[in-house]
């Protein structure tokens, strides 16, 4: 791993490559030197064509916003200085750490091979997942205070993930300590309470054949040099300003900085070039939910206070779980075996009704719920008073 520094008064990345001690910032003056490097990351997001992917579209958005946030990794510990300084009193939480998930043969481990070398210019490893990811290992690349991130490949989400994950900015932190920011990938895509608000969770559903064609496609980009981050951290250091820096959407300025860089470059935004934060545009929770309601593995047995989702016999706790956690924070729940109380059901009649559900839903965000023959659960779930007549 380079040793990675911001010099803050000269405003300028540093790192120590092969040796020696390079600057990486740099004010662009070629348009056509930075758009070659463009067209090089395009061409690493149209890598997606050569695999297998039911929303190619959206697998490219979901590459594209995990390597914005690999660019800026390297100032997450000056925006958690800045939350402190300013938020302090309010919230401990820090950056929130990339969780890249996804099964297998989806691209990950190329992607962070790929997302290094845009940062240095070095062929770097992400770390073993499954042997290096321990409490003892992240402290001490942690105590080397640099601001490369640390990337852990394959992690399995075990008791030690937490003890590693949520103090790591919380309560370990400090003013005086330099914190790199924490990567990482994973087959697991559920994730407890406390990891959602802790992560950026980003999910690669693509599947990559491995074939001479793929392989030698992909290493002719990853032999490929790119300069973008000496251009793309001379003007992310131009706007370490706080109210820039604490923005909802965390990844706000490194969209405006790759903005700048296509205008400067006069070369068209991708499609996939996203103003806001992917999470907006798409929930594979929600997506998972609408697949299950299709598949007639739900019902719902809807109260005026609360609702109550019965998942199918055939389904085994683990994947009840699963569920369970693919639904939204604001969404209050409780299991009950094989049973989920919803406590504020207009949150998940909202949450449902988005605009990537396929029937159009007459619940308004605001307004007295329908009567179910009205309503789109009235085809898709059993409504609780006709099981209450019945039982009665």
Do not use: C
């Given at each position: 791993?380079p040793?990675?520094?911001?010099?803050?008064e000269r405003?300028?990345?540093r790192?120590?490559?092969?040796?020696?001690?390079?600057?990486?910032?740099?004010?662009?003056?070629?348009?056509?030197?930075?758009d070659?490097?463009?067209?090089?990351?395009?061409g690493?997001?149209?890598?997606?064509?050569?695999g297998?992917?039911?929303?190619?579209?959206?697998?490219?958005k979901?590459?594209y916003?995990?390597?914005l946030?690999?660019?800026?990794?390297?100032?997450?510990n000056e925006?958690?200085?800045?939350?402190?300084?300013?938020?302090?009193v309010?919230?401990s939480?820090?950056?929130?750490?990339?969780?890249?998930?996804?099964p297998?043969s989806?691209?990950?481990?190329?992607?962070?091979?790929?997302?290094m070398?845009?940062?240095?210019?070095?062929?770097?490893?992400?770390?073993?997942?499954?042997?290096?990811?321990?409490?003892?290992?992240?402290?001490?690349?942690?105590?080397?205070?640099t601001?490369?991130?640390?990337?852990f490949?394959?992690?399995l989400?075990?008791?030690?993930?937490?003890t590693?994950?949520?103090?790591?900015?919380?309560?370990?932190?400090?003013?005086?300590l330099v914190?790199?920011?924490?990567?990482?990938?994973?087959?697991?895509?559920s994730?407890?309470?406390?990891?959602?608000?802790r992560m950026?969770?980003?999910?690669?559903d693509?599947?990559?054949?491995?074939?001479?064609?793929n392989k030698?496609?992909?290493?002719?980009?990853?032999?490929?040099?790119?300069?973008?981050f000496?251009?793309?951290?001379?003007l992310?250091?131009?706007?370490?300003?706080?109210?820039?820096?604490?923005?909802?959407?965390?990844?706000?300025?490194?969209?405006?900085?790759?903005?700048?860089?296509?205008?400067?470059?006069?070369r068209?935004?991708?499609?996939?070039?996203?103003?806001?934060?992917?999470?907006e545009?798409?929930?594979?929770?929600?997506h998972?939910?609408?697949?299950?309601?299709?598949?007639?593995?739900?019902t719902?047995l809807d109260?005026?206070?609360?609702?109550?989702i019965?998942l199918?016999?055939?389904?085994?706790?683990v994947e009840?779980?699963?569920?369970?956690?693919?639904?939204?924070?604001e969404i209050?729940?409780r299991?009950?075996?094989?049973?989920?109380?919803?406590?504020?059901p207009?949150?998940?009649?909202?949450?449902?009704?988005?605009?990537?559900?396929?029937i159009e839903n007459?619940?308004?965000?605001?307004e007295?719920r329908?009567?179910?023959?009205?309503?789109?659960?009235?085809?898709?779930f059993?409504?609780?008073?006709?099981?209450?007549?019945?039982?009665?």
């Amino acid at each position: 791993m380079p040793l990675m520094r911001l010099d803050l008064e000269r405003g300028v990345v540093r790192a120590n490559i092969r040796g020696t001690v390079e600057d990486l910032t740099t004010p662009p003056t070629d348009p056509d030197e930075v758009d070659a490097a463009l067209a090089h990351i395009e061409g690493y997001i149209d890598t997606v064509e050569l695999g297998v992917s039911p929303d190619p579209l959206l697998a490219k958005k979901s590459m594209y916003e995990a390597l914005l946030y690999v660019l800026a990794a390297p100032f997450a510990n000056e925006r958690m200085r800045a939350t402190r300084e300013r938020h302090g009193v309010v919230t401990s939480r820090g950056p929130k750490i990339l969780y890249i998930t996804g099964p297998s043969s989806n691209g990950k481990t190329a992607f962070l091979k790929f997302a290094m070398k845009i940062l240095t210019g070095l062929n770097i490893n992400p770390l073993d997942g499954q042997n290096h990811f321990k409490k003892d290992q992240v402290r001490a690349i942690r105590d080397l205070q640099t601001v490369f991130p640390i990337a852990f490949d394959d992690v399995l989400v075990r008791t030690n993930f937490e003890t590693i994950v949520k103090p790591y900015w919380d309560t370990e932190w400090r003013p005086d300590l330099v914190f790199p920011q924490l990567i990482i990938t994973s087959n697991t895509d559920s994730l407890k309470e406390w990891a959602k608000t802790r992560m950026k969770v980003i999910h690669f559903d693509v599947h990559f054949i491995e074939n001479k064609e793929n392989k030698d496609r992909l290493s002719a980009l990853l032999s490929e040099d790119n300069p973008v981050f000496k251009w793309f951290s001379h003007l992310y250091l131009e706007s370490l300003d706080p109210d820039r820096l604490l923005h909802d959407d965390q990844l706000r300025v490194p969209r405006d900085v790759m903005r700048q860089l296509y205008e400067f470059a006069e070369r068209p935004l991708p499609e996939f070039f996203l103003d806001r934060p992917l999470e907006e545009v798409h929930d594979p929770g929600q997506h998972e939910w609408m697949r299950l309601i299709q598949l007639e593995k739900v019902t719902l047995l809807d109260k005026d206070d609360e609702a109550v989702i019965e998942l199918a016999h055939d389904l085994e706790q683990v994947e009840v779980r699963r569920h369970i956690a693919h639904l939204p924070q604001e969404i209050k729940k409780r299991k009950a075996g094989k049973s989920i109380v919803i406590e504020n059901p207009k949150a998940l009649y909202d949450w449902i009704a988005q605009e990537h559900w396929p029937i159009e839903n007459n619940v308004e965000k605001g307004e007295e719920r329908v009567d179910s023959s009205q309503s789109i659960f009235s085809k898709l779930f059993s409504r609780f008073g006709r099981r209450g007549s019945d039982e009665t």
